[in-house]
């Protein structure tokens, strides 16, 4: 047989009311058919669940299914706000894919807005080079990318979470490690190292823009390895060009120093399938964007995390 909710919460007021009467005065309908309906519903199941005669009160039966009833009802109303949750996009998953300059202060801040505004929407994160975060996300894989390098696309839709400037990474005891900031042409003769260009050709493009326009003269270094601890720096002569939020959260042993040069902002997107009706997508994307104006992320020659 088929259980109505509604008689599950007829059953569950007649025993917490202790009668027919105050129950149906509690649910606002009359009291012949509340009666009616829990007779019916006990010669269904078969057994009774209230005693009548000399007070109305819970058989055996009759505890046994109160107890249940309330589990049941409690569990359907959870789905009943579980599925309005999904529906503004206040629960389910959002996937994202990052560079690795994102991961020191943009990433962590927009999971901890999400934690706090929006509990029941996990967020899922994984790092990776342009390449492999696009492959990703037009195969399914991410639902949103954080870069600097997603070629444009039709199917894409993307906007400017945040503009930095530059800051030098050297070693710690290089000679400019100590100032405030440093014109590029002082690094001239230096080793500029980097990732390959096919990793992140937008990234690569504007940092030897960036040395042409300083002038000078400059070495290149290559290394596909993700993040600062492959550098060799101590040698002095070495140095790379990082985003303004990795300053303070360098290696053990390297410093950072701000880039003075006059230079257009480093930009970082944030790139999603045009599409995509996800409600938690929806709901990070206009997190983000509060959180990028909450802070200043947009203006542009931010220099400071």
């Known amino acids: 047989m088929a259980l109505d909710l509604r008689l599950m919460r007829y059953v569950i007021a007649v025993a917490e009311e202790g009668g027919f009467q105050r129950a149906a005065e509690r649910l606002r309908i009359a009291q012949p058919p509340l009666s009616r309906q829990i007779r019916d519903l006990e010669r269904e199941l078969g057994v009774t669940l209230f005693e009548r005669r000399p007070s109305t009160r819970l058989t055996a039966a009759g505890e046994v299914f109160v107890e249940s009833a309330r589990t049941v009802l409690a569990e359907a109303d959870l789905l009943v706000e579980r599925t309005r949750l999904a529906g503004r996009g206040e629960v389910g998953t959002v996937r994202i894919g990052y560079i690795y300059s994102a991961v020191f202060d943009t990433v962590p801040r927009i999971v901890a807005a999400m934690r706090e505004a929006f509990p029941e929407v996990v967020v899922d994160v994984r790092e990776g080079w342009t390449p492999d975060l696009e492959t990703g996300l037009r195969g399914g894989l991410y639902d949103l990318a954080l870069s600097r390098d997603v070629p444009q696309h039709p199917e894409y839709d993307r906007e400017v979470l945040r503009r930095e400037g530059l800051v030098a990474v050297v070693d710690e005891h290089h000679p400019l490690a100590r100032r405030g900031s440093v014109a590029l042409r002082e690094l001239s003769g230096h080793r500029f190292c980097h990732p390959p260009r096919r990793l992140a050709p937008d990234r690569h493009a504007y940092m030897i823009r960036?040395?042409?326009?300083?002038?000078?003269?400059?070495?290149?270094?290559?290394?596909?390895?993700?993040?600062?601890?492959?550098?060799?720096?101590?040698?002095?002569?070495?140095?790379?060009?990082?985003?303004?939020?990795?300053?303070?959260?360098?290696?053990?042993?390297?410093?950072?120093?701000?880039?003075?040069?006059?230079?257009?902002?480093?930009?970082?997107?944030?790139?999603?399938?045009?599409?995509?009706?996800?409600?938690?997508?929806r709901v990070l994307i206009d997190t983000a964007r509060r959180l990028a104006e909450d802070e200043g992320w947009r203006d542009a020659g931010t220099t400071a995390a």
């Open 210 to 281: 960036a040395l042409e326009q300083a002038g000078g003269t400059y070495e290149f270094s290559e290394n596909p390895v993700h993040g600062l601890s492959h550098l060799e720096l101590s040698d002095l002569r070495a140095f790379a060009l990082v985003a303004a939020s990795v300053a303070g959260r360098v290696p053990v042993g390297t410093a950072t120093v701000a880039v003075a040069d006059d230079l257009p902002p480093l930009e970082l997107e944030m790139v999603w399938r045009r599409n995509d009706g996800s409600a938690a997508l």
